[in-house]
């Protein structure tokens, strides 16, 4: 009876975890680089992603995990550091999609089977009309300080002399 409790416990986590609803974009593999090699199961490396804002068109962030090899990170149920870095650029004519709230989540991932998740969320520094973007890992019991700042000045792009205030575009 016990056990049963246990695992109906361990179940309802498993689906609340797993109802979290996730940002609406979708990260790209640009590399990965081996950084301890391991005989018999893979590697832990180093992973470049990419990922487009989903709510402003004309930004892509840039991040770099580490992933852990060896036979939990082969099964998928090593819970991963939290250390990340972020880069984030213009890369076309910014176009807000729809007005967003300050510290909205951009990306999501989970970095563990259930507790831990790595975010990279949005803000507007409207006094220098400036996108900023910060990543962090965190963790249902305890939390992580381990975080990274990228900041996007939204600029003129090509002919157009047009620059959108992201302050016009928070809620």
């Given amino acids: 009876m016990r056990f049963r409790r246990c695992l109906l416990a361990v179940s309802a986590m498993l689906a609340l975890a797993g109802a979290s609803v996730p940002a609406a974009a979708q990260e790209d593999l ?3 680089k081996s950084t301890v090699w391991k005989m018999l199961t893979p590697d832990d490396k180093l992973a470049v992603y ?11 962030c840039h991040y770099t995990v580490p992933e852990k090899g060896g036979v939990s990170g082969m099964f998928g149920v090593a819970e991963e550091v939290s250390d990340v870095s972020l880069a984030c650029r213009q890369i076309g004519p910014i176009r807000f999609k729809e007005k967003a709230s300050q ?3 951009v990306f999501r991932e989970r970095r563990s089977l259930i507790w831990k998740k790595m975010q ?3 803000g507007c520094d ?16 305890d939390g992580s300080p381990q975080n990274s700042t990228s900041s996007v000045p939204i600029m003129p792009w090509g002919t157009s002399g047009d620059v959108p205030k992201c302050s016009e575009w928070v809620r």
């Fill in 30 to 32: 640009i590399f990965k």
């Fill in 50 to 60: 990419g990922v487009d804002d989903p709510v402003v068109e004309g930004v892509a």
């Fill in 103 to 105: 510290g909205d989540v």
């Fill in 120 to 122: 990279i969320v949005r």
């Fill in 126 to 141: 409207a006094k220098r009309n400036v996108l900023i973007y910060m990543v962090y890992t965190d963790k249902l019991i």
